[in-house]
């Protein structure tokens, strides 16, 4: 099979389609070139040479070696250059580039092809020896690091004393006598370490970059990356060889990147960053500080304009976000890299509205181009605005990455993952982030950085983290464990506050409030909406695929249903006890020592029970309210310390002795396996009628008020048939006294969780007595692989770091394993009653890929918390789409 892939002169052996081939960088490249871009020709190495490099313990396939040859040889020719050439070297970068972009993550050499004598030559050739000695000492400073493994300090140490000797700031400043003494001392230095004189024949330098690119994919940064975003089945990143173009040429050359529309709001503006006589990282490095796109135009207008042309036709091209590296030579424009381009969850949503209208995508298209994610991104607080007004920052920043965060201030990505782990929040100041920082990030509220502009590291991580950032905050100075501002000193643990949103920094721990649907957003999820609601699939009874919330208080249940929620799919009554007021007669009804005395308790509950019902069938008007009758062990109700047993027993007008004595006689050793759920239902009736009392009454009244009702009365933890035939018809029982005492009909149902693994093997018969099955994944899970959903932290750290399971099972469903429990459920559900309701309320209801497999597996809705359920809305038009 073919293994290397050219492009050059206007055509490409590859094109975009082919990324998992050619990576994202090598298929975009060819594609770029194909229409016409200005492109410096390459060839590219596909990932499947990356896989079998691997496979034979990092040897190349048979015929690689001609094949590489082959091409070089090729571009050589178009270029009229060999690589080596004494007078007139061919220079190449060995840029490494996956199917999924992985910033930062792997390792570009440039330059490569220079030794002394090329150097000399290129020097003489160009009438610029200034630039070759340039282009020679990055070529050996990144070819040592990322080839060799050699540390980076080791070359800045040498180029900062030959700064300071000279006593100039700026690499700039440096002459062409300069930096020949820079590369001596590189090379001295590589020499030390390496035990070897540094490479000088160009063909060895190229066969070691490769080596090195296709190790980079297996370091620890790109092994973490990959784990961190759940990235999977790539075969390996593709090499791209490409003919160099030089930024760093003189003051008419310069390099940059530049995003399609802002990446950071959506708006559809041209935007970007750029340095004059400056090669590739440097913009990004934070070293000096990059010239805004806007001032390009006034230094070169040609160039200015061609750039933007170039924009608008990749993006119409692309039909997307396009983000860009491009380089200048002497005043010509040369395209490095294009792919769609990350953004924050505001911008996706804008973006994907504003293309929508501009008649770009379609609506269906645009769907999948917000992830869940990045949609949770529009929900992340800001700081209380009210509040806000009275303060003024203490300094400001770049806009990084938006959301507010506050916390106390720490300056090592370790220090951060070890106080997170304190449960403390904290938020990382750092000069500029590097990818060892990444752990540091994730446990960090949000990001600071002194240096770097809108495209460092640190904003671009945490854009695509979601994590607030304000980056180049030049005020701040950084030393040590502690920072200052225009004189005024904080200490490691010191509160501050971010907004990265507007790039503003303040002092003190501030309140932060959530933020509103916008009018993009709603239109973004009405189009999710009616692909969700149309969704049809056979053997299943009804239309669409909802949502619903998990909420407890009518206050909840109104958030909700403003985000779009479709109904409760739980409503756990066990809460509403722990009011004040009303856990104290929940007490006294459990330690009651007559069946009389717990009536009496019971039926000073009622009313308040149904005060709670009422007010949220009246916020949930006109949807369904599915309300679980009693679930947790009664001894989670008790007091635990003597003074608690004291004081309420001192209310109860019994012994402390007597209360304790009850307490210890509720206690249990499992009790999650205990006295809870149905059980509770089956030895105390009085208490599951009492709660269907006052569900039935309060749904009675609020119809009465020209409201429609839906109760839907779950009862929870059944695992035979039996518990739930024989509740059933307990809760029968008081429905229909309700009912006759009114006069009225309800539409009710009552339903059954499915939360036992032996309710899920015997789901057939269940089903016959029960009108709707609930999925309660926590439990299922919990019971299915025996973790105790409530120790689980001892180990599943171990379990995560080790590779023994792939994710938390309580974060994402196992389908694998409990998916088939709830599989089994549904279809021995349905076997018997062909319409039977289903849906899950399980926290896996608010998880995107549990949602996609809940709709797969046949369920009517998931459930979710509140604030997640517009992230479930876009999730279920995913999974439907
Ligand atoms: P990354 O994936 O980390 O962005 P790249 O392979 O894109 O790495 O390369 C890093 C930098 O080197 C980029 O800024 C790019 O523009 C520059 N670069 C890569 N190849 C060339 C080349 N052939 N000529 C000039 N600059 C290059
Ligand atoms: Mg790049
Ligand atoms: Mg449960």
């Known amino acids: 099979t073919k293994m290397i892939y050219f492009f050059g002169d206007g055509k490409a052996e590859g094109n975009a389609k082919m990324k998992d081939l050619l990576g994202g960088k090598g298929a975009n490249l060819a594609e770029m070139t194909s229409i016409g871009v200005p492109v410096p020709p390459g060839f590219t190495i596909s990932t499947e040479v990356c896989s079998a490099f691997y496979e034979n313990k990092r040897s190349y396939p048979a015929g690689f070696a001609s094949e590489l040859k082959e091409h070089l040889g090729s571009l050589e020719k178009l270029m009229g250059k060999k690589l080596g050439d004494a007078n007139d070297p061919l220079l190449v970068s060995v840029r490494s ?36 000695w340039d282009a020679y000492r990055r070529f050996i400073q990144m070819f040592s690091n990322v080839a060799m493994g050699m540390k980076g300090e080791v070359f800045e140490a040498i180029l900062e004393k030959i700064k300071a000797d000279k006593k100039v700031e700026l690499d700039t400043e440096l002459d062409a006598d300069d930096l020949q003494k820079v590369v001596t001392e590189y090379k001295k230095a590589y020499k030390k370490h390496m035990k070897s004189d540094f490479p000088q024949d160009p063909v060895e330098q190229l066969q070691k970059a490769i080596d090195a690119v296709f190790g980079s994919w297996m370091n620890d940064r790109a092994i973490h990356y990959r784990k961190l975003n759940n990235i999977t089945g790539l075969l390996g990143t593709a090499v791209n060889v490409q003919s160099m173009v030089f930024g760093n040429f003189g003051d008419d050359s310069g390099t940059g990147v530049c995003f399609s529309r802002d990446p950071s709001t959506g708006k559809k503006v041209f935007y ?65 890299q294009t792919r769609n381009g990350k953004r924050t969850g505001p911008a996706a949503v804008k973006i994907a509205v504003d293309m929508v209208a501009e008649k770009m995508i379609t609506e269906e298209e645009a769907i999948g181009r917000v992830s869940p ?67 540091g990030m994730v446990a960090a509220q949000g990001v600071l950085t002194s240096t770097g502009g809108m495209t460092s590291h640190a904003a671009v991580v945490a854009r695509g983290m979601g994590k607030p950032c304000v980056a180049g905050c030049k005020s701040v100075v950084v030393s040590g464990k502690a920072m200052s501002v225009d004189g005024k000193k904080f200490k490691e643990g010191a509160y501050l506050s971010i907004d990265g949103s507007t790039g503003e920094v303040f002092e003190g721990e501030l309140e932060l409030v959530s933020p509103k649907i916008t009018k993009d957003l709603a239109t973004f999820l009405g189009w999710a909406d009616k692909v969700r609601l149309s969704a049809k699939r056979e053997g299943i009874a009804g239309v669409g695929f909802q949502v619903r919330t998990n909420a407890d208080q009518p206050a909840d249940a109104k958030v909700a249903r403003k985000f779009g929620a479709e109904g409760i799919g739980l409503c756990r009554t066990e809460h509403m006890f722990f009011d004040e007021g009303k856990l104290e007669i929940f007490q006294e009804m459990i330690i009651s020592e007559t069946a009389e005395a717990r009536a009496d308790a019971l039926k000073k509950l009622l009313p308040l029970q149904k005060k709670d019902f009422k007010g949220i069938f009246t916020a949930m008007e006109g949807l369904p309210v599915t309300i679980r009758l009693l679930d947790p062990p009664l001894h989670e109700f008790v007091p635990k310390t003597a003074a608690e047993v004291k004081e309420l027993a001192a209310k109860l007008g019994i012994k402390p002795a007597q209360l304790k004595a009850k307490a210890e006689a509720l206690k249990e050793l499992n009790p999650m396996l205990g006295h809870r759920g149905c059980r509770l239902g089956i030895t105390y009736p009085e208490i599951y009628d009492m709660q269907v009392e006052a569900i039935m009454t309060a749904a009675c009244e609020v119809q009465k008020s020209g409201k429609k009702v839906h109760p839907e009365i779950m009862i929870p933890l059944i695992g035979t048939v039996k518990e739930l035939q024989m509740l059933r018809a307990n809760a029968e029982a008081v429905i229909e006294k309700v009912l006759s005492q009114k ?16 309710a899920a093997l015997t789901a057939d018969k269940v ?18 692989f025996g973790y105790s959903r409530d120790d689980i932290g001892s180990f599943i750290g171990d379990y995560l770091d080790q590779g023994v399971l792939p994710r938390d099972p309580f974060q994402s469903l196992d389908t694998e394993g409990v998916g088939q429990l709830v599989s089994m459920g549904v279809e021995k559900g349905r076997s018997v009653k062909g319409d039977l309701k289903m849906g899950i309320c399980g926290e896996h209801g608010g998880d995107p890929d549990s949602i996609d497999f809940c709709y797969r597996t046949g369920l009517n809705y998931v459930s979710c918390s509140p604030y997640r359920v517009p992230i479930a809305r876009l999730a279920a038009a995913q999974a439907v789409a």
């Open 743 to 758: 006069k009225m009909k309800v539409d009710y149902k009552i339903g059954t969780m499915i939360e036992i693994p032996r």
């Open 97 to 132: 580039g996956a199917a999924i972009s992985m910033p930062g993550m792997m390792d570009t050499i440039l330059n490569l092809g220079l030794n002394d004598q090329a150097t000399v030559g290129l020097g003489e050739k160009t009438g610029n020896p200034r630039f070759a």
């Open 272 to 336: 970007g960053e750029f340095l004059m006589n400056a090669q590739g990282e440097d913009v990004v490095a934070g070293i000096r500080t990059p010239e805004k796109l806007s001032s390009l135009k006034k230094r070169n207008a040609a160039v200015y304009d061609e750039l933007e042309a170039i924009k608008d036709k990749l993006e119409n091209h692309y039909h997307d976000m396009q983000d860009i590296e491009f380089t200048i030579q002497q005043g010509k424009l040369f395209l490095l």
């Open 767 to 784: 089903a016959a007595s029960a009108d709707f099955f609930s999925f309660g994944t926590n439990d299922l899970t919990q019971m299915t």
């Open 373 to 439: 994610d990045q949609l949770d991104q529009l929900f992340h607080p800001g700081i209380d605005p009210k509040m806000k007004k009275s303060l003024s920052p203490l300094a400001k920043g770049l806009n990084a990455s938006p959301g507010a965060a506050t916390g106390q201030i720490v300056f090592s990505a370790e220090d951060a993952e070890a106080w997170a782990k304190d449960g403390k929040k904290v938020l990382l100041v750092r000069k500029e982030t590097s990818p060892e920082d990444i752990g």
